[in-house]
């Protein structure tokens, strides 16, 4: 139904205001007073650069406004707001137009500067301030890098064109980094040679042990001292190795220790009968072992680049740079493959050759052979490597050009051949002060807590297959095995196949780069479970099946009696199994070789924390690794020399299994904790111990509270 339209008179809702005006209002201004403005603390401009500020306010003024007013036009409240502003600013005393402000869109705002990443705290070495001294100031344009050094960075050649060389080769040409390759490859094959034949020699005795100690009429213990006392020689040596080669290079060490090594071999030739003339010759080898165990990777490190990484080392997000190998980490690899090999590899050859008439003399024979090769390669083809690289202020950009040529262009002449040989003097650095810092640097790095914990991880597996593998001859040689030198060599095999690949395949980049402190902990694991697996299985297996069966005897009218058997013919190889004890022992062997593999980056970490630049960080490295091989040198004589008389029953096996097994998974618990609780503080007591923190600048303030004098 449609609503009936009013009749009442209506009145228009525009004509209301006209109808009925609004009363007026009274004006009060509620807006307070603001202060004056501080004066500037800037010093006043001249007028003529007043007039000139003007004129290029006034022609940005004019840019802005044929934007503005087009954009304005359409848009009265913020032509209506930018008036407004603009005539209180004006009523201030400020200048329209060089107080201009710019209202325009979020888009239009100045953005916050970025925040800054929190880079975690890290030590104060080269790698450190070169990363955190490239930031430039906005007010100069100056970087901190531009002004601390003008130093030019040099890169490699070849593939490697993009790579900053580390460390950096001076321009002179007989700096080991700037050496041909085929210098490099010659002195590194010299090297190389020389640590497969001390490998070879370490374990000549293992398969001989008992034959030596039958012939010589002497107890096991005297014939396995032929294998104890050089070992224990080769970690003294090589520590001396370490302080002389600091001072006067490492040349005369080689050849003085080659020489040692030759007299040794030689003699061994013709010492059979004679137990004397045998441990004086083992006397010799050992004194020039020590130099080959310490000194070789410090050598590969004075000839090869490194390129720099970031390496992050645990489960927090804190990197640091640790050097990643572009030219040095397959010779590394290759190192460690030569010096594992020969020695686990060498005891299936020497017992095939001491199987003759001629016996074990018939292993040094063949060694002297080729270490009459091996002394030509060293004399004329390895030089001296050790080089200070003394950075010049005003150092001139990189003009020297490196070889790439794998063989050499030789010159035929009289001239050429004297210049060469003038260049493998016997002695040519010497270093150019010498104190008792200096000195002592090699054993403050084998004192270290790395280097302590690392031994004390790695010991046990280390010398507990060097002792039990001693043993062998004195297990399987006598009743009721009989094997012979061959087969006794044979039981090595394991050993050779399952460590030679661990050790090639740990040393790769792919683990080094990784390595982050759970992978530590799990390496640590891993390694420790197969070390007493080995351990345990092989003295648990070998004495458990060499215990007396006992047989139930038919005549007797109890069921239980029982006689146990009296002849040993029963036992043997019908009960053992040759290749399940090899096994046995290759997974010890494995298991040594899996916790070895934490020792390189380990110390490259810590290494990498404390150093203040790379040649301190390389130095040490080598050191803390030559000082590792001299404290398990010693322990692992120490063990060749106890372990038979304690196994020398089968019960004692067993319990030196037992024993030993035990104590690895206790020493690396332990070692574990300390990883991951205090690894910080470890590597903060290296630098201390090793004396790269210079504690005497650190002075005692006093209190504001004390009140003493």
């Known amino acids: 139904m449609a609503r009936p339209e009013s009749t009442e008179s209506t009145i228009e809702i525009s004509e209301v205001e006209k109808s009925f005006p609004a009363p007026p209002r009274t004006i009060v201004n509620n807006r307070k007073t603001l202060p004056p403005l501080p004066l500037s603390p800037l010093p006043e401009a001249s007028e003529s650069n007043k007039q000139d500020v003007e004129k290029d306010v006034e022609k940005e003024a004019g840019r802005e406004s044929n934007t503005e007013e087009a954009k304005d036009a359409t848009n009265p409240r913020i032509t209506f707001t930018s008036s407004a502003l603009k005539s209180l600013l004006t009523s201030w005393g400020g200048d329209e137009k060089a107080m201009r402000l710019s209202l325009g869109g979020p888009g239009m705002e100045e953005k916050p500067p970025r925040p800054i990443s929190k880079d975690p705290p890290r030590p104060n070495t080269a790698a450190t301030t070169a990363t955190t001294m490239t930031v430039a100031t906005m007010a100069t344009g100056v970087s901190y890098a531009s002004t601390a050094s003008q130093r030019t960075i040099k890169y490699g050649t070849g593939r490697y064109a993009k790579v900053e060389l580390s460390p950096q080769p001076s321009e002179d040409p007989e700096d080991p980094l700037n050496w041909p390759l085929w210098k490099k490859h010659l002195n590194l094959l010299a090297l190389l040679v020389m640590v497969a034949l001390v490998g070879v020699m370490k374990t000549a005795y293992i398969s001989v042990n008992s034959a030596i100690a039958i012939g010589e009429d002497v107890s096991y213990t005297a014939a396995v001292a032929l294998t104890a006392v050089p070992l224990m020689l080769s970690a003294v040596t090589g520590l001396a190795s370490l302080i002389i080669a600091r001072i006067w290079g490492k040349r005369p060490v080689y050849l003085v220790s080659t020489a040692l090594i030759f007299i040794g071999m030689v003699w061994n030739t013709h010492v059979r009968g004679n137990l004397a003339e045998n441990m004086a010759a083992r006397v010799f080898q050992g004194l020039g072992w020590g130099a080959f165990d310490a000194l070789v990777l410090g050598s590969i490190q004075d000839t090869y680049f490194v390129s720099n990484v970031l390496f992050k080392h645990s489960s927090e997000d804190v990197n640091l740079p640790l050097p990643q190998e572009h030219e040095r980490e397959s010779k590394i690899m290759i190192h460690y493959a ?56 005003d150092a001139q950009p990189p003009t020297l050009e490196r070889s790439q040529a794998l063989w050499p262009n030789v010159t035929y002449t009289k001239e050429a051949a004297i210049e060469y040989l003038l260049k493998m003097m016997p002695w040519s ?26 031994f004390t991880v790695t010991l046990l597996p280390y010398a507990g297959f060097w002792g039990l593998a001693s043993s062998l001859s004195l297990l399987f040689s006598p009743l009721p095995f009989m094997l012979a030198s061959a087969d006794l060599g044979a039981l090595m095999t394991a050993p050779f196949l399952l460590g030679t690949p661990i050790v090639m395949a740990l040393a790769l980049p792919l683990f080094h780069r990784r390595f982050t402190q759970t992978i530590h902990l799990a390496t640590l694991a891993a390694g420790t479970v197969l070390a007493s697996i080995g351990m345990l299985g092989f003295g648990l297996y070998v004495a458990g099946s060499m215990e007396m069966p006992i047989h139930s005897s038919s005549s007797s009218s109890s069921p239980s009696a029982a006689t146990p058997l009296t002849t040993p013919w029963d036992l043997g190889l019908d009960r053992v199994s040759l290749p399940v004890a090899s096994f046995l022992l290759g997974l010890l062997a494995a298991g040594s070789l899996v916790l070895d593999a934490t020792v390189r980056p380990a110390v ?57 097994g035990a104590a690895q998974v206790a020493a690396a618990a332990a070692a574990g904790g300390v990883y991951w609780y205090w690894d910080e503080n470890v590597r903060r007591l290296d630098g201390r111990v090793m004396g790269l923190i210079d504690l005497s600048i650190l002075k005692r303030t006093a209190s504001f509270f004390d009140e003493s004098d």
């Open 429 to 454: 650095y010497k270093a150019d002060e010498i104190d008792m810092s200096l000195i002592l640097q090699a054993p403050r790095a084998m004192l270290a807590p790395t280097t302590g914990l690392l």
């Open 338 to 393: 030569v010096s594992t090999g020969t020695m686990l590899g060498s005891p299936l050859l020497g017992g095939v050759a001491s199987a003759g008439p001629r016996g074990f003399e018939l292993q040094f024979e063949i060694m002297s052979a080729f270490l009459s090769v091996s002394i030509l390669l060293l004399v004329f083809g390895a030089p001296e490597t050790t080089y200070d690289r003394a950075v010049s202020p």
């Open 604 to 660: 490259q970490r810590s290494t990498a924390f404390t150093s203040a630049s790379l040649a301190v960080g390389l130095r040490n490295t080598a050191d803390m690794h030559a000082g590792l091989a001299c404290l398990r040198g010693l322990a692992a004589g120490a063990l060749v020399l106890a372990l038979p008389d304690a196994v020398f029953a089968w019960d004692g096996l067993r319990t030196a299994a037992l024993g030993m």
